[in-house]
């Protein structure tokens, strides 16, 4: 059986079934002494379960048999009247949309803890300049905060995804039985309130198969996963020696079985490692619903399981990078060095000759690469050749280039929507935290 998966919906199936009882006694079906009855047993049984003091029997098929099961315990024959206008099939639907309401509202709000972390380590940030990489290469000088923003961009997506599948959870399949619904006189507007939906679902053979909302949830689940792990490589690499951009609060590090001096990034790897998982987890999913027909079939039993090693995971994963961001400590000075490095405010030079002196920018371009390849040969920065050097290449420069090479002014620069000049980013540090309020 199901039983040792799925007794975690224990307080969505009493839930569900004291809201569906109370609509059978408001539509005439059960009278009022036996209603009270089963409200009152179901109570009972969930405070056992929350107790620990409830007997589970394995040799009952699911959570849902066993709650049944205690019910007939407490109080005998009338407990067969829970059962009446309702299909395990709808029931259970049910049990793990309400379940996944409530979960989906909990990684929300770790992906809101998560934000605020690196929202607060963008703000000591602002100024600390780095190289902004391409292929892992330096490209342009740009802010620490700026780059910690991009993953707050991440991560306020996956939040996203997360509300909008609260939308597909609150259609309530209460009701529509095994597959055809049921010719008792009931009222699932009734359900659908008392359980905080928005509205019945509208087809009873899709909802007793459909499991899309499952997939959003692997899915959403996965992007936050990827997210996660991007980031968790990225910082593997700038803790790396030949990095060395960022450190690890030894609290977070661990030693090496044979080498003493040895630290390593321990809790990064894991997350990189654990998005492996995710992917499985959708893959078997998807397995499962591609070639099914419709209605209610075994194999979509596997559904809950597959949630459930997903959501833990995620939570493990979020909570653990959330103690990584109190636990990062920046490199500045060697951020600021790096930057220096590979000829990171080239660009600027190429743009400067294009709005001071009217070039078109491939004929910029083409002066500015001229530059770097006498600077490589002396091996200098740009910066360091002086106006006569540069002057032979392009005759019509003079001192004020050396500003434009300089890499603060080179980020304050970026003032374009979206670029990484102090200003944007403080306003944007501004929005974010409005946004997680």
């Not at 990034?265 to 998982?277: A, I, N, Q, V």
């Not at 190429?350 to 600077?375: H, Q």
């Not at 002086?386 to 392009?394: A, H, R």
Request: aromatic share 8%; hydrophobic share 40%.
């Amino acid at each position: 059986g199901s039983l040792a998966i799925d007794k975690r919906l224990f307080k969505q199936d009493i839930e569900g079934s004291i809201a569906h009882v109370e609509m059978l006694h408001r539509q005439k079906i059960i009278n009022f002494k036996i209603k009270n009855k089963i409200v009152w047993a179901l109570r009972r049984i969930n405070n056992e379960i929350v107790k620990k003091k409830f007997v589970f029997d394995y040799e009952l098929e699911d959570i849902h048999m066993n709650i049944e099961n205690r019910l007939f315990e407490l109080i005998g024959e009338d407990a067969g009247y829970v059962h009446t206008a309702r299909s395990r099939n709808d029931q259970v639907i049910t049990d793990l949309k309400l379940w996944l309401k409530v979960s989906t509202k909990k990684i929300i709000k770790l992906l809101n803890s998560t934000n605020s972390n690196l929202l607060n380590l963008a703000d000591k940030n602002v100024k600390t300049i780095m190289p902004g990489f391409t292929h892992l290469k330096n490209a342009q000088p740009i802010s620490l905060a700026h780059y910690l923003l991009a993953y707050v961009e991440m991560f306020s997506r996956d939040k996203k995804k997360f509300k909008n599948n609260i939308e597909f959870l609150n259609e309530n399949p209460l009701g529509v039985g095994a597959l055809a619904g049921t010719s008792f006189k009931i009222d699932r507007m009734f359900t659908t309130k008392k359980l905080k939906f928005v509205k019945p679902t509208e087809n009873s053979i899709d909802t007793v198969s459909d499991r899309d909302f499952v997939l959003d949830f692997l899915y959403t689940s996965l992007a936050c996963s990827i997210h996660i792990s991007r980031f968790a490589e990225e910082m593997i690499i700038w803790n790396s020696d030949a990095f060395n951009l960022i450190t690890l609060n030894d609290k977070i590090v661990t030693g090496s079985s044979i080498m003493p001096q040895k630290k390593n990034p321990d809790p990064l790897e894991y997350l990189r490692g654990k998005t492996g998982s995710f992917i499985g987890n959708i893959n078997n999913m998807i397995s499962i619903l591609k070639g099914l027909p419709l209605s209610y079939f075994k194999d979509l039993q596997d559904d809950k399981e597959i949630v459930f090693k997903s959501y833990d995971q995620l939570k493990i994963s979020i909570s653990l990078l959330n103690v990584i961001l109190k636990n990062l400590i920046i490199n500045k000075k060697r951020m600021l060095i790096l930057a220096d490095l590979g000829y990171t405010t080239a660009t600027d030079l190429s743009d400067y000759m294009v709005k001071e002196l009217g070039y078109p920018f491939r004929k910029a371009y083409i002066v500015t690469a001229k530059m770097i390849n006498i600077a490589e040969k002396k091996k200098k920065r740009i910066q360091e050749l002086n106006i006569k050097e540069l002057n032979k290449i392009e005759p019509n420069l003079n001192n004020d280039i050396y500003k434009i090479l300089n890499l603060e002014n080179s980020v304050r620069s970026k003032k374009s929507y979206g670029g990484t000049s102090f200003e944007n980013i403080k306003k944007m540090i501004r929005n974010y935290k409005k946004e997680i309020k």
